[in-house]
C-alpha cells in the first residue's frame, strides 16, 4: 500500500505539474495574442491619424492653409502701411500699376477682371503682382489691388489683366484673329480676310453690331485666303460666339463658284451638331477611342451638350499633323475641358490641309449629292487660325481673355 500511495502520490504532482505548465502556456499565448492586437489596433490608428494629417481637411493642409493665411495677412499689413504713409505724405511713391476704366479718349486704359465673377477693377486702383518689389518687405508673394484713396487692399487669384493696347495672349502666327476690342474694324483681323454679307448688307443679322461679328444663316460668310499650314506643324482653331441652331460651321475649306458660292468642301470640316462637334480632318478613316463615333474620315467630339440654340458656347481644335493628335478644348459652364483622340498623319497629310490655294471659311460649307451651299446662323464674339498648335495653357489664356473682354464691354456699355 505504501508504495502505491506513494506512486499515485507522485502521480498526483505530476498532472499537477503539467497543468501549471498548461496553464502558463495558455497565459503567454493570450500575452502574444493581445499583443499582436494590440500593434494592429496601434497600426491601424497610426493609419488613420496619417491619413488624415495628409488628407484634404488633414492637419498638414490645416497647417499649411494657416501659414498661408499668415503669409497672406502679413503682406496685406505692409501694404496698408505703405497706404497710410502715402495718406500722410503725398509726396511717397505708390507701389504698383495705375488702373483707369475704359473710355473712347483713353487708349491707354487697364483693368482687372475677376474670372469667375463680373468684378472688376480700374480707376482709383492700383495693381500689385506677385515679384513687385515692395519698399523694406522685398517681392509680393501674392496679387493685390489696392486704393490708396480708400485704404482697400484685396488679394486676387483668378483674374486677367484687361488693357486696351492688348491683343491675345497668343499673338504669333495668327491668321485671324477677331476679339471684342477689335471688331469694328476689320484690317485688324489679318490679312487676306474678306466678310461676305450676301444680299443683306445692311441687315440686323449680318455684319458687326456692337461686340458680335454675325452670320445671317442665309449668304453671310468669311473668307480666308492664303494661309499656309506647314506639314510638320498644325494649326488651332479657337471660337467664341452664340449659336441659333444646334448646326452650324465654324470653319471648313472651300472651292468657290464664280459666283462665289461655296460649292465643294476639302477633307476638313469642323461643323456643330446636337450631339457635339464633328470633325473631318484628312481623306479615310481615323483611329480614335471609344469615346467617339467614327465613320470613314468623320469622327465626332461627344458627349458635350454645350450647343443648345440661343446659348454662348467657347471651344478650341488643335490638330497636329506630325503627331496626329487632335485635342478639343470646350466651355463647359465656368469650366474649360479637353478630350484627346488620335488621327492618322496620313490621313491628315492627305487633304487639303496644307493647300494654301483652297481658302478657309467661317459660318458656311456644302452638303448633299451636288454639294449645295450651306450657312448658318451664329453670333461671332471671337475667333483665332493659328497656323500652329497651341498648349493648354495658352488656350486658357485665350478663353479667359476673350470671355472677360467681352463681359467687360457689355457691363461697361462702352
Known sequence: MKIKEIQEKEKYNLQLKNKKKVQKLKEKGITLIALVVTIIILLILAGVTLNMALSGDGLFSKAKLAVNKYDV???????????????????????????????????????????????????????????????????????????????????????????????????????????????GDQNQWGDNIDFVYGKDKNSEDSGVHGTELKFDGIDDYLRIDNVEIQADEGFTFEFFGKAYSDNIYPIDKIDFGEDDIPRMWHDFRIQTTENGIMCNLGRGGCGSPLAWKVSDHWFIFEPINIFDENKEIYFSVSVDLESGIVNLYYRDGRDLKEMTTSCSTDYLKAGALTDRSKPFCLGASCGGDDYSPLYGKEDLYACRLYTKVLGATDIEKNYYESVNYRKYLINSGK
Open 73 to 183: 495677412a502679413s503682406e496685406q499689413e505692409i501694404l496698408q502701411q505703405q497706404i497710410i504713409e502715402y495718406q500722410m505724405d503725398k509726396g511717397i511713391a505708390k507701389i504698383g500699376d495705375k488702373l483707369s476704366d475704359r473710355s473712347i479718349t483713353n487708349s491707354g486704359w487697364k483693368v482687372i477682371q475677376l474670372n469667375n465673377s463680373n468684378k472688376n477693377y480700374g480707376t482709383n486702383y492700383y495693381y500689385v503682382p506677385k515679384g513687385k518689389e515692395i519698399a523694406n518687405y522685398g517681392q509680393a508673394k501674392y496679387n493685390w489691388v489696392i486704393n490708396y484713396e480708400t485704404g482697400e487692399v484685396i488679394n486676387i487669384e483668378e483674374y486677367t489683366v484687361l488693357d486696351g493696347n492688348a491683343g491675345m495672349s497668343v499673338t504669333d502666327n495668327l491668321a485671324l484673329n477677331i476679339n471684342p476690342l477689335n471688331l
